[in-house]
């Protein structure tokens, strides 16, 4: 009628589309899998390769190097893509441990960012690693260079990386017994997975030669300490994926 304020006509509600949101769990377990076969071939090609010769004895080590360096660009690249899949697990490790709630937020974001340093720090050495073989590659090869980057690298695998990995996992476990989002045993688990690594630290001021259990980023090392953490994440994706998830669809505007 003449004179009555005109409405407004509001188009019809658009239908809202329900997509699934990736399984946070699902991914952590599938990403531990790989994580675990690919330490498992890592290690078979290392032990393949023979043990390094000591760093003062010029002629070994040049020899050694010259006759491994192959093989030392397939374990630098094998640990590289096992980094690139860690990035995803610690991604998806965070989301499973803030799903305890907005308390304990900021604690995943630290055991998110303390994986990404030790991702950082683990691809600068085999940066070092792969300087090493590439520098004996068609001969010529300077064991000065050599003896430096290797000195270089195994602060990174040993020490430092073993200091980042107690600080990871017992915030993880903190997590775990505030709030129930995994069970019990996995906090159990990084507990012995820090002491180990605690045990870890004071390698710094051992040999470096390889055949000595206590060097630096040796075998002793990666045995009792790397192994037993890449391990945890391992078996905390599978328990995250057996738990099942908290996670449900959203809907999405079509």
């Not at 002793?220 to 905390?236: R, S």
């Amino acid at each position: 009628m003449q004179g009555e304020p005109a409405r407004s006509i509001r188009p019809a509600a658009q239908p809202r589309r329900i997509v699934d949101v990736p399984d946070a769990r699902h991914w952590a377990a599938l990403s531990g899998v790989i994580i675990a076969g690919l330490t498992v071939v890592e290690a078979l090609v290392r032990i393949t390769m023979g043990i390094r010769p000591a760093l003062d004895d010029d002629a070994a080590l040049v020899e050694f190097m010259e006759r491994t360096n192959r093989s030392s660009l397939v374990v630098v690249l094998i640990d590289c893509v096992l980094m690139t899949t860690l990035i995803l697990y610690l991604a998806c490790l965070r989301r499973i441990l803030s799903e305890g709630g907005p308390a304990v937020s900021w604690l995943a974001d630290l055991v998110f960012g303390t994986g990404l340093v030790f991702v950082a720090i683990t691809l600068v050495g085999d940066s070092m690693e792969a300087g090493i073989a590439l520098d004996a590659v068609g001969g010529g090869s300077d064991p000065s260079v050599m003896r430096a980057l290797t000195e270089g690298h195994i602060l990174m695998f040993g020490s430092a990386g073993s200091l980042l990995t107690i600080l990871l996992v017992e915030i993880a476990a903190r997590i775990i017994r505030i709030t129930g989002v995994l069970p019990g045993w996995t906090a159990n688990f990084a507990h012995v997975v820090a002491v180990l690594n605690l045990l870890a630290v004071p390698t710094l001021f051992a040999s470096t030669h390889s055949t000595s259990l206590l060097a630096p980023g040796g075998a002793g090392v990666a045995f009792f300490a790397v192994f037993p953490f890449l391990l945890w994440f391992t078996a905390v994706g599978v328990a995250a994926q057996r738990m099942g998830t908290a996670t449900e669809p959203v809907a999405e505007p079509a």
